[in-house]
């Protein structure tokens, strides 16, 4: 049975429960074509759960999921089909080389091996390894082996890619690197669902994203509107012995709001120059310090799911 396409992906009302406890709970979520749509929240968010269900790799408790114009999981295999992965740890296969590791799954999509002579040096390239198809798995860096698994989600020219965690554990260079990669999909109209945990990674590529907590979506929008909506534009970081003391003393009266984490005391306002004026005249010493910045991605996060720590 196919749906009728209103988006590439599209879910409505989606549940999903493990041993009574209610992983994904009753979420809507709709990817237009083109566009890199984030989904981020703390660990235990439901997010992994979300993907695993979109592609009919887990039962749903209630809802429907249109995926490609197809409904899941009654029709996964094919929506698939169209489908590449980044998985959030690599399973390149030791055993092979490079390009044999592409050929290798390549053949599970049925596509032709002269077919896929013709599409791996291409791929090689675009994952900046052109020079190293012959190499096996364990001469890579942990950058080079993301490279390649990014290209290897590419074999079937996929119409959508779900990304569940590209860059974690890579170096800035190598991070970047994968954000210039995803950057060029975009531009070549791939559509892109992308999980992270960083927040400037969100915030550099993402069109749209959804906040997720609990299993449910808690806010959805652009980086900008959901900075603009939920938090104060300007944001000043006071950390030091001090900090509590002026916090209580003048904070707390120049801020529309304060939070303090550890010895940090973070002040939101519309409008920071009162408060950074009078920590100027206080930061004479050792025991105060402070930063002054525009409000973030990462602010907003903190504020709708909280600092404290997700097992």
């Known amino acids: 049975?196919?749906?009728t396409p209103l988006a590439l992906l599209s879910v409505k009302g989606l549940k999903k429960?493990?041993?009574g406890h209610l992983a994904v709970a009753g979420i809507d979520l709709d990817l237009a074509p083109g566009e890199c749509f984030g989904l981020l929240g703390p660990n235990g968010a439901g997010k992994t759960t979300t993907l695993r269900l979109a592609l009919g790799l887990?039962?749903?408790?209630?809802?429907?999921?249109?995926?490609?114009?197809?409904?899941v999981p009654a029709h996964a295999r094919e929506a698939r089909a169209r489908v590449g992965v980044v998985p959030q740890l690599d399973n390149l296969d030791p055993d092979f080389t490079?390009?044999?590791?592409?050929l290798v799954y390549g053949r599970y999509f049925g596509i032709a091996r002269d077919t896929l002579e013709k599409r791996i040096p291409d791929l090689l390239e675009y994952a900046g390894l052109a020079q190293r198809g012959d190499a096996r798995i364990q001469a890579l860096s942990g950058g080079m082996k993301r490279r390649l698994t990014l290209a290897r989600a590419l074999i079937n020219d996929p119409d959508l890619l779900f990304l569940d965690e590209p860059t974690t554990g890579l170096d800035p260079q190598a991070r970047h690197v994968i954000w210039e990669r995803l950057s060029q999909l975009t531009l070549r109209g791939k559509t892109l669902l992308l999980i992270t945990h960083f927040m400037e990674e969100a915030e550099r590529l993402c069109h749209r994203l959804a906040i997720m907590d609990h299993g449910r979506i808690i806010a959805v929008g652009t980086p900008r509107e959901l900075i603009a909506t939920h938090i104060e534009p300007e944001v000043v970081?006071?950390?030091g012995d001090g900090a509590a003391p002026w916090a209580e003393a003048a904070g707390r009266k120049l801020a529309e709001r304060c939070e303090q984490h550890g010895e940090t005391v973070f002040c939101y306002a519309r409008d920071?120059?009162?408060?950074?004026a009078d920590l100027a005249r206080h930061d004479t010493g050792n025991d105060l310090h402070y930063l002054h910045r525009r409000a973030n991605l990462e602010d907003v996060f903190l504020k709708l799911t909280g600092r404290e720590l997700r097992d």
């Open 98 to 102: 490079l390009r044999e590791n592409l």
């Open 17 to 19: 429960s493990y041993g």
């Open 272 to 276: 920071a120059r009162a408060l950074v």
């Open 1 to 3: 049975m196919r749906l």
């Open 237 to 239: 970081e006071v950390y």
């Open 58 to 71: 887990t039962q749903p408790d209630n809802g429907t999921i249109s995926l490609l114009d197809f409904a």
